[in-house]
């Protein structure tokens, strides 16, 4: 191992010599919600504690889901404005990642284990779900999760919030998949095998070349496991049986280089046809965006919550 993150290293240094890192856009100052930590035991099927931050004050809810890999953080600029509209925003750390890190003991951490997870960790910390009737936000691969949440409780949540979301196929960060998969499956059935520490030595360079922040292998690893399992036809039948009465919103940029735009159109025309088919398509809300990338929670955080108002799908304070 030390010698493959020996190699690890001169690769860095050779695509720093040659400027093949992302170039990203100066940092903007934006409004950003930190609040600290905190540790939930105990939650059923889950080794480890599972990590979660809650901020704002007010009766209604919201909790965010982020993707693979992801964390609360991914949500501090979306936050400050959702709890600014009066509403207490919980967000989580999945198994496997941030806080919830040791927690990556779940076997088969598909869409539907883990919005039961998260379904958990809401009500334990906030009681009974169809009295909150919390929104649900989420970010890329945290799509599958949300309509598998509303799927399980169908009158449980008050409507969900897509954003760069992941959709009913491989999205170009995955490709070609017919290789990306094969490799997720081998790490997550082959744990210890020499061919998945030498992906460990890969994969921090991999994702930072993608956009993503540098994050410990065990993390990348565990994403992989939830990428072997990814069920996309599942994902489209999850959208053919969603309750038209729980509004949704799609909000994506078309400079997406994660999710590319093909991928979120067919997300969208299959929302519509759900939705059309049940006369409500006027509980279907599209926000596009000509720049943001796969961060437009960050990036529009503000546009995305006046467009959530505009429609009703935010209380009134």
């Given at each position: 191992l030390q010698f493959l993150y020996f190699i690890e290293d001169k690769m860095n240094s050779l695509r720093n010599l040659l400027g093949l890192r992302t170039k990203r856009p100066p940092k903007k100052m934006l409004a950003t919600s930190d609040p600290p930590i905190m540790m939930l035991p105990h939650v059923e099927g889950v080794r480890g504690l599972i990590g979660y931050?809650?901020?704002?004050?007010?009766?209604?809810?919201a909790v965010c889901i982020h993707g693979c890999p992801g964390s609360v953080r991914d949500f501090r600029y979306v936050a400050p404005h959702l709890?600014?509209?009066g509403m207490e925003v919980l967000r989580l750390d999945l198994p496997g990642h941030g806080a919830s890190l040791d927690a990556?003991?779940?076997?088969?951490?598909d869409a539907k284990e883990m919005a039961r997870i998260s379904v958990a960790v809401c009500t334990d910390i906030w009681g009974s779900l169809p009295d909150n009737k919390p929104l649900i936000v989420c970010h890329s691969l945290g799509s599958h999760i949300a309509l598998e949440m509303v799927q399980m409780h169908p009158d449980s949540f008050s409507g969900i919030l897509l954003m760069s979301p992941a959709g009913c196929q491989p999205h170009r960060a995955l490709q070609p998949w017919w290789l990306i998969r094969p490799i997720a499956m081998h790490v997550h059935q082959h744990p210890t095998s020499y061919f998945t520490s030498f992906v460990a030595m890969l994969l921090p360079t991999v994702y930072q070349w993608i956009g993503f922040p540098i994050l410990p292998r065990e993390e990348y690893l565990y994403a992989q496991k939830r990428i072997a399992i990814i069920d996309f036809p599942e994902f489209t039948e999850s959208i053919k049986k969603h309750p038209t009465h729980v509004p949704v919103m799609v909000a994506y940029s078309t400079d997406d280089p994660v999710c590319n735009n093909a991928v979120t159109m067919e997300l969208v025309q299959n929302l519509d046809a759900r939705f059309g088919g049940e006369g409500k398509r006027e509980n279907l809300h599209i926000l596009k965006f000509s720049t943001g990338g796969h961060a437009v929670q960050k990036a529009h955080a503000d546009a995305i919550v006046a467009g959530m108002e505009g429609v009703g799908m935010l209380p009134n304070i």
């Open positions: 931050a809650k901020g704002g004050k007010g009766k209604a809810k709890e600014a509209q990556g003991s779940v076997r088969d951490p």
